[in-house]
């Protein structure tokens, strides 16, 4: 078969992954290059590519082939154009209907990996690929290994995704816990962007530690709109005790699911500081700020069918000397609407 290489698509510890042309077929796909030093001594060239194929799910990206060129392993996979969640969204806070249906789609892939034996150990906002129907496919299977067989999983992990047992283990995470923990905490750093949860980094550094205590990340830091009861879902994922999170992917998406907000409030875009959006059933629009200087700080809220026609919630205005009270205020509000809708 014949390849035109069109441009690069982004690098990684384990290689490059380049655009390319199948000629034969006249059909874009993802072709990762392996590099050779990424393979340990005696493994399979070709076992990142068979593990794909054994996930085939519509939510875990589609393995065309598996071949070897000039020496160097090569898988060719469908292209998806529309990118990774991370590449979307930048680190920041995603809406939070967006960010709880992005992980149910990757439970649903993780859960079918499961199923077949296989554990993925590396989900991360990353390897999460969006397809032209906006659905979430899981990617990367450069570390992923068989849950009954050691010898399979690479020593590696994301750092900051590792559940607590992972940093007293050789083989990082060996356990469909520490997938489910991973699919928590991904859902913590969409919900609340990636420079609320690097604020929670300790200062000297040390990750492990404090993901072993339960400090990293911190689970009384979120954005004010994360309503109680996702918080929780996503906590007992993250659970720092394997045997007391959901003990299967499709318990976690369960569970989720029944936290899905009435209203999903997000960040306002454009920088300016506590001021967020909201979006209802039957296309309701909400919007809510927290104004004000100095000593004198008020919270408003607003709702209406467009974004031209809003009208002050009166009741939950409020006055305020100090931009603590005033937040305090706002998260109680903000959470009350996206659970109840009013």
Request: glycine share 10%.
């Amino acid at each position: 078969m014949a390849y035109q290489r069109i441009r690069t698509l982004g690098r990684g510890h384990f290689g490059v992954v380049e655009l390319e042309r199948d000629l034969s077929l006249d059909r874009l796909c993802a072709v990762k290059y392996i590099r050779a030093d990424a393979l340990s001594g005696g493994v399979d060239d070709h076992k990142e590519a068979k593990a794909m194929l054994l996930a085939k799910n519509e939510h875990v990206v589609d393995v065309f082939a598996a071949d070897v060129v000039n020496g160097q392993s090569v898988i060719r996979m469908e292209y998806l154009p529309d990118g990774s969640v991370e590449s979307r969204f930048s680190g920041a806070a995603v809406p939070v209907q967006t960010a709880i249906q992005i992980v149910e789609d990757a439970c649903r892939g993780v859960q079918h990996l499961h199923t077949q034996g296989l554990l993925h150990r590396d989900i991360k906002p990353a390897n999460l690929l969006f397809d032209a129907f906006g659905r979430v496919k899981v990617s990367d299977f450069g570390l992923s290994g068989m849950a009954n067989d050691p010898e399979t999983l690479p020593n590696m992990g994301y750092l900051k995704l590792l559940p607590p047992e992972a940093w007293t283990s050789d083989s990082f995470i060996d356990t469909v816990a520490g997938d489910i923990y991973a699919l928590g905490g991904t859902a913590y750093r969409l919900l609340n962007g990636d420079e609320m949860m690097h604020s929670s980094i300790p200062a000297d550094g040390n990750i492990g530690q404090a993901t072993q205590m339960g400090t990293f990340p911190n689970r009384k830091l979120w954005q004010p709109y994360v309503h109680l009861r996702l918080r929780k879902a996503i906590i007992s994922a993250m659970h720092v005790d394997p045997r007391k999170r959901p003990g299967t992917a499709t318990l976690l998406r369960n569970t989720l699911e029944k936290a899905r907000p009435v209203v999903s409030w997000a960040e306002r875009a454009g920088g300016v500081p506590h001021r967020w959006i909201g979006r209802g059933p039957n296309q309701t629009h909400w919007d809510a700020a927290i104004e004000g200087i100095n000593t004198e700080f008020s919270f408003t809220v607003r709702r209406g069918k467009n974004e031209l026609a809003l009208r002050e919630v009166r009741g939950d205005r409020i006055k305020t000397s100090n931009i603590q009270d005033a937040l305090k205020h706002a998260g109680r509000v903000l959470q009350r609407i996206a659970q109840d809708g009013v």
